[in-house]
């Protein structure tokens, strides 16, 4: 099918009519179009939804997603009229690399959008391809959090959820724009306990990175380098560690990198050693504070997910005490822990059996 760009665009459009209403069977059975351009992704996903709030199960029949990393790394960061103008070119062209014929089309339920968090301009290109696509093909629109879409991210991999056996469950989101931690009562359920009160910390990865000489996105990238470092080099602080609460705070620890390297040569051994020691402060904060919650909710998993998720030694970390303790740890196949559609179809899924709506419009600064 053509391009919903082909059409004019009418923007502020809200899918009304007949179509607005959805009605699933009663096997909570979905096949969800997901759509998402909260930031340099480019990204859609066919999955098919099942199990309801009980048994959530997923099949990600296609995932596509198409990365910005070249256009704004030579910037050393994402800029949001790029993203747009990116964005407004790759969504035609992503949609029809899904190869949805005609029938295809029909048998999907819904689409679901990203509405927020994110950069704004790069939101409303997701939103209104989303609502043009949902008027031409006759289909109900629903938003989805980006942040939810993280934190669910690990049920695209998990075979069954046995409720009972894994809730309730502490989450960690850890991506460039945010760090949260919550207490999931029921899948559903969840109540936010701390977030990061100034950097994130896949943003302290990346401004480190900068600071290193290192391309953007530099998580990768200080991972790599960090393999051939000593993590006991430097003593880097560990902001936050011992509070009894849950936030985190991360621009401290970038300023501790930024006066350790004034006065230093950054040979190729010097580098390593501060990516190895930042990432090792780094993931003990995340580490420490993650089991605290653990103990004080009785959870019996961890769920992970987001861009930093993909960090081989967090997850090692987590999971060597998640088996201390013997609990399960549910983190995002690495596919599934930056940016993707698949899900948003996750959370798009949740919310509606949850009976949550959530407006149509671009939400940059919307939460958890
Ligand atoms: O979730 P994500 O793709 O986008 C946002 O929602 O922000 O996260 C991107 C962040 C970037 O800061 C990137 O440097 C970081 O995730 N990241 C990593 C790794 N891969 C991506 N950080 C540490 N280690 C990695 N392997
Ligand atoms: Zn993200």
Redesign the pocket.
């Given at each position: 099918m053509g391009s919903p760009f082909d059409a004019p665009l009418t923007k502020g459009l809200l899918v009304a009519g007949p179509f607005d209403k959805l009605t699933i069977s009663s096997a909570n059975t979905m096949k969800i179009l997901s759509i998402e351009t909260?930031?340099d992704?480019t990204a859609m996903a066919v999955v098919v939804a099942k199990g309801g709030l009980r048994k959530p199960r997923f099949k990600v029949l296609k995932n596509i997603v198409s990365s910005q990393i070249e256009v704004h790394r030579p910037y050393g960061g994402v800029f949001p009229m790029l993203a747009k103008r990116e964005h407004i070119k790759n969504l035609p062209i992503v949609l029809n690399d899904l190869k949805l014929s005609e029938k295809n089309m029909k048998e999907i339920d819904v689409i679901a959008v990203t509405v927020g968090p994110g950069l704004e301009p790069a939101l409303w290109t997701g939103i209104n391809f989303s609502k043009e696509l949902a008027n031409k093909v006759k289909k109900p629109l629903l938003g989805a959090n980006?942040l939810e879409g993280?934190l669910y991210s690990p049920l695209l991999t998990l075979k069954e959820l046995d409720k009972n056996a894994r809730l309730p469950a502490v989450g960690l989101i850890v991506?460039?724009?945010?760090t949260i931690l919550l207490v999931l009562k029921k899948i559903d359920e969840w109540k936010k306990i701390g977030e990061t009160r100034d950097d994130a910390v896949?943003?302290a990865?990346?401004k480190v990175a900068r600071m290193l000489g290192m391309p953007y996105?530099?998580?990768?990238e200080?991972?790599k380098v960090a393999k051939n470092g000593n993590p006991s080099a430097i003593h880097f602080p560990r902001p936050m560690i011992h509070h009894k609460n849950y936030d985190f705070s991360f621009s401290g620890l970038k300023t501790a990198v930024l006066y350790d390297i004034r006065d230093k040569k950054l040979t190729k051994k010097v580098r390593a050693d501060v990516a190895a020691s930042f990432q090792q402060a780094a993931i003990d904060v995340l580490v420490t504070k993650t089991m605290h919650a653990v103990e004080e909710y009785s959870a019996k998993s961890i769920f992970l997910g987001?861009?930093?998720a993909?960090?081989?030694l967090l997850r090692k970390t987590l999971k060597k005490k998640a088996v201390e303790k013997r609990l399960e740890l549910h983190v995002s196949e690495m596919k599934y822990?930056?940016?993707n559609a698949a899900m948003i179809a996750v959370a798009a899924y949740i919310n509606h059996l949850k009976g949550k709506k959530l407006r149509i419009t671009a939400q940059a600064n919307l939460n958890l």
């Open positions: 909260s930031c992704e980006h993280h991506s460039g724009g945010h896949g943003e990865y990346d996105p530099g998580g990768p200080i991972e987001g861009g930093v993909a960090n081989s822990s930056g940016d």
